[in-house]
């Protein structure tokens, strides 16, 4: 298959005002667009390490905003609902990101090509947007362990061109100069809530203390209860993880006896790190 061509929708430089970008600080179920519902891929899951591509020049990234007091809150959105062809990710830092070349280099390290770009301005600063697909299939990507090192690589580029955000950022203690100067309260920051969206389908909505691997491991525990993962988005804002998920049970969305069973196990899941060793 030939190699999709790469087109940016913003050449550098440009800006325009965003459409349809809207604040992800809370699950609104009315935003959610109908899905038409596809076979559910087989997913490979587990937990091994990925190989993090890093970037290869700072030099190709805008330095500007960098002095501001303030530093915002760094965002990675991993979207597989707005398109049905291709897996959206989202970047921002404020006004601080610039074209994001090398970032674009080291998902086509990830054998990942980006078909389209852009960049947009709102009031909470400039948006990277990219349409990501699998070079070997030209299709979105259906693998957790790729989303998750396309996660990682993005993290991992945004810490060596902006080294102020390591610290915001649960990733900086991996892959920063400097760790986040608190860790999040596990059982505070966890919060699980499964909605009923048709007769086919539920929505899981998660959010958790961030860490590498969370991703794959989400989607692992949700498997591991016979509950099949259809689509959703996987939010890093800062120490958290939001993550929305379209699950369903033998193309059914899950009884209240099945959410519970679901709910019970992903808090058990989420809150482990703290509370197995005081479990002896």
Known sequence: MAEMAVTVAAAAGTLRPCTGVSARGAA????????????PAKLRLSSSAVRV?????????EQDGSNTDTDPIPKVIIDQDSDPDATIVEVTLGDRLGDLVDTMSALKN?????????????????HNKFSITK??????????????????????NMIQYHPESSSQLAMGATFGPEAP????DVDIATHLDIY?????????VVEAADRPGLLVDL???????????????FDTEGLLAKAKFHVSYRGRALSKT?????????????????TEDASF
């Open 219 to 233: 989607v692992k525990a949700i498997s591991d209860t016979n509950v099949t993962v259809q689509s959703g988005e």
């Open 53 to 61: 591509p890093r970037a290869t020049s700072p030099a190709a990234v």
């Open 135 to 156: 070079s070997s299939t030209g299709r979105k990507i259906d693998d957790p362990e790729l989303l998750e090192a396309v996660r990682l690589t993005i993290i991992n």
């Open 196 to 204: 009923d969206d048709g007769p086919e389908r539920s929505l899981l």
């Open 258 to 274: 099945l959410q519970q069973v679901l709910s019970n196990s992903l808090r058990y899941f989420l809150r482990r790190p703290t």
């Open 110 to 126: 990830l054998g990942l090509n980006v078909v389209k770009a852009s960049v947009c301005l709102d009031s909470t600063g400039k």
């Open 28 to 39: 609104v179920l009315g935003r959610w667009r109908p899905l038409a519902l596809a076979t």
């Open 181 to 184: 100067a608190e860790q999040v």
